[in-house]
T-cell receptor
């Protein structure tokens, strides 16, 4: 089956530094990938839609200059949290679909802790 | 606006049956998904309904009524490992997934 791999699984960083999270589709090409954030005991919140070869589409309230998304190839999207602050600490998850009417496959998620 | 409603929390007994309901109001419909999410992990796919009726997959079944904007996930022969959050999600007319807040299912011995 389709597999989406996300790296790293967890990261601790200092306030003010930047963190890059990678999302790879391992056995299919994904022109579109999705980045979510999930706070404890809350549901998934879509942050942005990553489009291969073009700019990402951000949801309302998500700062595009803070959460940089790059989708340089059909199998890789990256999310960079710039100048991280403790309030950015969260569970970040990426997903991709093999086709429009298929289920979303999720990466393992990245637990970010900013200290 | 778009909205998906499901109960916040449910409790059931090991070996029993539980039904988790989901109602939705979305701009268009291109399928309904159920996912399971254990604490601290990413969601995993359980089922997909696009036509009315019941889809059965082992101990799990999912039902859809498009005219009522309603779905349920039925879990039979509950096991302790079924303790998790169950997320209902609908693809709207733009094929964007709209997520419910999830139902936390607690299984007691």
């Amino acid at each position: 089956g389709a597999v989406v791999s996300q790296h790293p699984s967890w990261v601790i960083c200092k306030s003010g530094t930047s963190v890059k999270i990678e999302c790879r589709s391992l056995d299919f090409q994904a022109t579109t990938m999705f980045w979510y954030r999930q706070f404890p005991k809350q549901s998934l919140m879509l942050m942005a839609t990553s489009n291969e070869g073009s700019k990402a589409t951000y949801e309302q309230g998500v700062e595009k200059d803070k959460f940089l998304i790059n989708h340089a190839s059909l199998t890789l999207s990256t999310l960079t949290v710039t100048s991280a602050h403790p309030e950015d600490s969260s569970f970040y998850i990426c997903s991709a679909n093999r086709g429009m009417n298929t289920e979303a496959f999720f990466g393992q998620g990245t637990r970010l802790t900013v200290v | 606006g778009q909205n998906i409603d499901q109960p916040t929390e449910m409790t059931a007994t090991e070996g029993a049956i539980v039904q988790i309901n989901c109602t939705y109001q979305t701009s268009g419909f291109n399928g309904l998904f159920w996912y399971q999410q254990h604490a601290g992990e990413a969601p995993t796919f359980l089922s997909y309904n696009v036509l009315d009726g019941l889809e059965e997959k082992g101990r799990f079944s999912s039902f859809l009524s498009r005219s009522k904007g309603y779905s349920y996930l039925l879990l039979k022969e509950l096991q302790m490992k079924d303790s998790a959050s169950y997320l209902c999600a609908v693809k709207d007319s733009n094929y964007q997934l709209i997520w419910g807040a999830g139902t936390k299912l607690i299984i007691k011995p």
